[in-house]
């Protein structure tokens, strides 16, 4: 018996067919249809299955899902998917249990499978992308919540009437500690905006120009704020980091930690994620195994 984890992006869907032991035995990849994406998606699964007896599909995407009825509510990069009932779509094809989730809780869940959590059972998984995703793990089980947006933890307040976030209100921990963030951190220096820098360039750089120094900083003040507000809240075993901004961590990780260490009166342990590329598809396998 295997299971189907998927990972729908705006450009490409992955699929990925896991045996009982959780291993990745088969992949497949489709571009990203512009319409129609479930029947397609269908295709792609019966193709890559050829037949042999699955026992449940998990999908995981990007953006506003509504867990509880497997649908994706809003997500810029695939509006033709707003609101189609994946799950139920992909229920009446394979007849088997379908669960979606997004994203940063699959990726956190296959942290825990996989990953950087494996030997712990509560932990909270945080990916620093072009926003902050969250999913936070409780005795080896994904918070939900009552509505199921458990662990959008880039919508914590940081700062009162602070910078507009992509959701709309303003303050998110998002707006000031995602890669985005970063990015406008750097345009609003002109020392670093007449260097043409990216974030990539103030990492590097960290340790060696006073500029980059300072908006380094001041973004892991920032993140680390929201991280010691997690702690002092759900106080896990230990808190994941992954997402593109970790790929420059050798630049800072040990800084990050020594701020948190110096301001948090209990102690937090610190973990780069393990898994990169197919973290979501692989977490999307085990939302099977959690269920609803
Ligand atoms: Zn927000």
């Given at each position: ?6 990972d729908?992006?705006g ?16 992949e ?20 890559m ?68 959590a ?52 303003k ?31 103030v990492?590097e ?24 507000n ?51 598809m ?11």
């Amino acid at each position: 018996m295997y299971t189907i984890g998927i990972d729908i992006g705006g450009t490409k869907i992955k699929f990925g067919m896991f045996n009982g032991e959780a291993r990745l035995v088969k992949e497949n990849q489709i571009k990203t249809p512009k319409e129609a994406i479930v029947e397609n998606m269908i295709d792609a699964i019966k193709e890559m299955v050829q037949g042999q007896e699955i026992h449940g599909i998990g999908v995981a995407s990007a953006g506003i899902v509504d867990f509880h009825n497997g649908v994706i509510k809003s997500c810029p990069n695939l509006q033709a998917l707003a609101n189609v009932p994946i799950q139920a779509m992909l229920e009446d094809a394979f007849h088997v249990s379908v669960v979606v989730g997004n994203d940063a809780n699959c990726a956190a869940l296959a942290e825990g499978t996989a990953g950087a959590a494996r030997a712990v059972s509560s932990y909270i998984c945080i990916t620093l992308g072009t926003g902050i995703g969250g999913g936070i793990v409780h005795n080896n089980e994904l918070v939900h919540g009552n509505s199921g947006h458990g662990g959008e933890v880039g919508h914590m307040t940081l700062v009162p009437n602070g910078i507009v976030c992509g959701c709309g209100r303003k303050g998110c921990w998002e707006a000031y500690a995602s890669g985005k963030a970063l990015e406008r951190m750097i345009s609003d220096d002109p020392e670093l905006t007449s260097k043409n820098y990216q974030p990539k360039d103030v990492f590097e750089n960290y340790m060696i120009d006073a500029s980059s120094k300072r908006v380094v900083d001041h973004y892991l003040e920032y993140l680390s704020i929201g991280l010691i507000n997690l702690q002092y809240l759900f106080d896990p075993e230990i808190i994941v980091i992954g997402g593109g901004v970790i790929d420059s961590g050798k630049y800072w990780w040990s800084e990050l930690e020594e701020k948190m260490a110096a301001t948090a009166s209990i102690p937090i342990v610190l973990q780069q994620a393990h898994l990169k590329n197919n973290a979501s598809m692989i977490g999307a396998s085990s939302l099977v195994k959690q269920g609803k």
